[in-house]
């Protein structure tokens, strides 16, 4: 069965301080996102890109969707194969390079997930259930660049 799922969400730029565009330096990278029936995402460009370093960057919500991707499709594999989670923390990563043309591009995200299991019998499948979510995560199988990861599993 082939489904189509579509998202919608609106971008406002807030950064006109008073005369738009009119030069590089002449207005703010601040952005609003917003989703119906959803907490407002304040956002803004990278702080080398003459962005809020206090806002979400397209680079952070980039970085964050893999490892939220992973995270979810992990869970969903652990449940398959019989494996309780107790904890789960990803200190995912990722590797932007500038080719000097006023371009860039991600090189890779690797992801970092920290899984505790309930127990010791679990840990190979826990192992495992990394490689099946990594082939669900849709995210993953649609950037263009190499999203891994080094997990490790404990028992506690």
Same mark, same amino acid.
């Given at each position: 069965?082939?489904?189509?799922?579509?998202?919608? %969400?609106?971008?406002? #730029?807030?950064?006109?301080?008073?005369?738009?565009?009119?030069?590089?330096?002449?207005?703010?990278? &601040?952005?609003?996102?917003?989703?119906?029936?959803?907490?407002?995402?304040?956002?803004?460009? &990278?702080?080398?890109?003459? @962005?809020?370093?206090?806002? #979400? +960057?397209?680079?952070?919500?980039?970085?964050?969707?893999?490892? =939220?991707?992973?995270?979810?499709?992990? %869970?969903?594999?652990?449940?398959?194969? @019989?494996?309780?989670?107790?904890?789960?923390?990803?200190?995912?990563?990722?590797?932007?390079? =500038?080719?000097?043309?006023?371009?860039?591009?991600? =090189?890779?995200?690797?992801?970092?997930?920290?899984?505790?299991?309930?127990?010791?019998?679990?840990?190979?499948?826990?192992?495992?259930?990394?490689?099946?979510?990594?082939? #669900?995560?849709?995210?993953?199988?649609?950037? +263009?660049?190499?999203?891994?990861?080094?997990?490790?599993?404990?028992?506690?």
């Amino acid at each position: 069965m082939n489904r189509e799922h579509r998202y919608a %969400l609106t971008a406002t #730029w807030t950064g006109n301080l008073g005369s738009g565009t009119s030069g590089y330096r002449d207005y703010s990278r &601040d952005v609003t996102l917003e989703v119906a029936g959803k907490p407002v995402v304040l956002a803004s460009s &990278d702080k080398p890109f003459r @962005g809020d370093p206090e806002r #979400w +960057n397209p680079e952070d919500l980039l970085v964050a969707a893999l490892s =939220e991707c992973h995270l979810l499709s992990y %869970l969903h594999a652990c449940v398959q194969a @019989g494996v309780v989670v107790t904890s789960y923390v990803d200190e995912a990563t990722g590797l932007l390079r =500038e080719d000097g043309s006023s371009s860039a591009r991600f =090189e890779q995200v690797v992801l970092h997930p920290r899984v505790t299991v309930a127990e010791a019998s679990m840990v190979e499948a826990a192992e495992a259930a990394h490689r099946t979510a990594h082939d #669900w995560c849709f995210i993953a199988r649609s950037v +263009n660049f190499p999203v891994t990861h080094e997990a490790t599993v404990a028992v506690g």
